[in-house]
């Protein structure tokens, strides 16, 4: 087998341009719509392998250490099932006899979004800006110079794909391998955008609207399709990720769709009884203590939690009563105290189920109620 170097006439220590122009001029001249004819043709295929062989990086390689030698253009035995199964193509290869198109989908986008307890309980409206790959405005999406097309490649006539013949342990093998010159395209690009560089597209800050609904937590993903990076050649828009994030409140915690909050009472209002309007988080909401409130009682106010993700029925408000004891009393003060214990006959102190501090009463009445 002629040595690939002087096949394509250039030096062992060519660079990959030399190797690359030194085959195009010879595949003019020899192609077969210019030079017909079986010698042509032969040397045709020939010029066409040795340079499958040079300008991959890897066959290089090996060929330069004596691997293309014993197989006839295959540097294992690996190399002949990928080319006889289909995986001699590469990523920039296609279906033999059909050009690769350059439109390609673009790729899906992650954009975290950080909301507030007070915006899931009806949901929101958020525009964000988002760095992503839009639409070139200069080619839209033809990664050409505006007034000029891609024209076909004259290495492959448009096919985005060479025939070569190769020798190997089972005989003389036709094979199809992306051309290298288009690199499968089946045609070239001239005169590129300047824009885009011939891509299609371009970086740039946009604008997304979003409608986040009611019910959303942290670590939740909302897809938004189509709303992704726009694709190589003006391809089909991938999709858009959120992912949510809701900060912590410094009153109000989350239970599913319920709203947790605790109310401070003094002892007095837990004994007498008292009617008291708190701050929601969409508004007033009035709340009734009966007299003997104890703390730990748990407060239902139905409707006022969040509305769920995927339903109309919002959750509730629970809130759990802490009664603040007096620490500090004045000789009248405590004189009262003692006298009211005498006329109630107040029971002496028992043993009763440990508890956890006032928090874990509560978090345990709130699983009651």
Do not use: W
């Not at 500090?328 to 003060?333: F, S």
């Amino acid at each position: 087998m002629a040595d690939h170097y002087d096949v394509l006439g250039v030096s062992r220590e060519a660079t990959p341009d030399e190797i690359k122009k030194a085959y195009r001029r010879l595949a003019r001249e020899l192609h077969p719509d210019v030079n017909p004819g079986a010698e042509a043709s032969d040397r045709f295929k020939q010029v066409t392998h040795a340079y499958d062989v040079l300008s991959d990086p890897e066959q290089r390689r090996r060929y330069d250490m004596g691997g293309d030698s014993g197989l006839g253009g295959f540097g294992s035995f690996g190399d002949i099932f990928e080319t006889f199964f289909g995986g001699g193509g590469g990523a920039g290869g296609g279906r033999a006899g059909r050009p690769r198109s350059r439109r390609e989908r673009g790729q899906d986008a992650l954009v975290r979004v950080a909301l507030q307890l007070d915006d899931v309980v009806f949901g929101t409206h958020r525009d964000i800006e988002v760095d992503t790959a839009v639409l070139c405005e200069t080619c839209t999406g033809a990664c050409c110079q505006p007034g000029t097309q891609p024209v076909p490649c004259d290495i492959c006539g448009g096919s985005g794909h060479v025939q070569r013949t190769v020798r190997s342990l089972l005989g003389n093998v036709v094979t199809a391998q992306p051309c290298g010159s288009c690199q499968g395209y089946g045609t070239v690009i001239p005169y590129p955008c300047a824009t885009c560089q011939g891509q299609g597209r371009v970086r740039s800050r946009r604008s997304v609207s979003l409608d986040i609904p009611s019910g959303v937590e942290t670590g939740l993903r909302l897809q938004l399709p189509g709303s992704g990076e726009v694709g190589p050649a003006g391809g089909p828009n991938g999709d858009l990720y959120l992912e949510i994030t809701v900060a912590n409140h410094d009153v109000f915690s989350r239970e599913g769709d319920d709203l947790l909050a605790t109310l401070e009472v003094s002892m007095s209002d837990a004994i007498l009884g008292t009617t008291t309007t708190i701050q929601g988080l969409d508004g007033e909401v009035e709340l009734e203590l009966r007299p003997g409130t104890q703390g730990g009682d748990v407060l239902t106010v139905r409707g006022r939690g969040i509305t769920p993700l995927r339903g109309s029925s919002r959750g509730d408000l629970r809130v759990g009563v802490h009664v603040l004891t007096p620490t500090r009393l004045d000789a009248k003060e405590r004189a009262l105290i003692e006298e009211f214990a005498k006329k109630t006959k107040a029971p002496a102190p028992r043993l009763a189920e440990f508890h956890q501090g006032l928090f874990a009463k509560l978090r345990e009445r709130f699983r009651q109620s």
